[in-house]
């Protein structure tokens, strides 16, 4: 269900944001979160610190406008750009939670995907957590790739940068974050033992079809 532009809801970006930072998933206002409303995109506005974010700094971008058009007392996160194509380009999200975690972006920096090294990889709709080409941030450019890198994915890794997940809501585009930045610990930390056993192709869309019927976060 596509959200409501109101405090709401724009109280629980406030609030996801400090959760992610109290959290370690990410650092200071270098992160950003947005919600598909029935108004258009809200998102973090640039540089605010969460602490003292009130629901109406928040930015809305119109869907159906100018493109870059936005309302608000600040102006939107500099991402603003993959946020708004992602929503564009996938009518199934709507949520996206971007941060700097500290073992997705050791793995972005290396420009290493995530394989199938744990069953969980499936939450993220394959065999794969995919790491995307580097552009400046903010520009068009790296927003064209992370589109490209979250295609039949609800997550990615960005590279030389951070990470994105992506949800039907916002409570789930929050536990893919967590759940990416897990992963990607665990995926770090085998790497310096040896190499994991890497799952098959058939056995994740196994686990993922299973994870359809049983995991209540994804129904």
Excluded at 67 to 89: C, L, M, N, Q, V
Excluded at 130 to 153: I, N, P, Q, T
Aim: with cysteine; net charge neutral; charged share 20%.
């Amino acid at each position: 269900m596509i959200a409501e532009n109101s405090k709401v809801t724009r109280q629980a970006i406030i609030d996801a944001c400090q959760e992610s930072n109290r959290s370690g998933l990410n650092q200071g206002t270098s992160g950003n979160i947005s919600v598909r409303t029935n108004q258009g995109v809200v998102i973090t506005p640039t540089s605010r610190p969460y602490e003292t974010m009130m629901p109406d700094d928040l930015a809305l971008l119109p869907f159906g406008g100018k493109y870059g058009d936005y309302s608000g007392p600040y102006k939107p996160s500099t991402e603003w750009r993959f946020h708004f194509d992602i929503y564009e380009a996938r009518p199934d999200v709507n949520a996206i939670v971007h941060v700097h975690s500290t073992y997705a972006t050791v793995l972005s920096m290396l420009r290493k995907e995530i394989p199938a090294c744990h069953y969980m990889i499936a939450a993220f709709g394959g065999p794969n957590i995919r790491c995307s080409e580097y552009a400046v941030f903010g520009s068009k450019e790296l927003s064209a790739h992370v589109v490209k890198a979250l295609d039949g994915r609800s997550g990615c890794i960005m590279g030389t940068h951070g990470m994105i997940a992506v949800g039907a809501s916002l409570d789930k585009a929050m536990w893919l974050a967590i759940e990416l930045e897990t992963i990607a610990k665990q995926y770090y930390l085998a790497l310096q033992i040896g190499q994991p056993v890497i799952l098959s192709d058939e056995e994740i869309e196994r686990v993922r079809l299973r994870m359809k019927d049983g995991y209540g976060i994804w129904t």
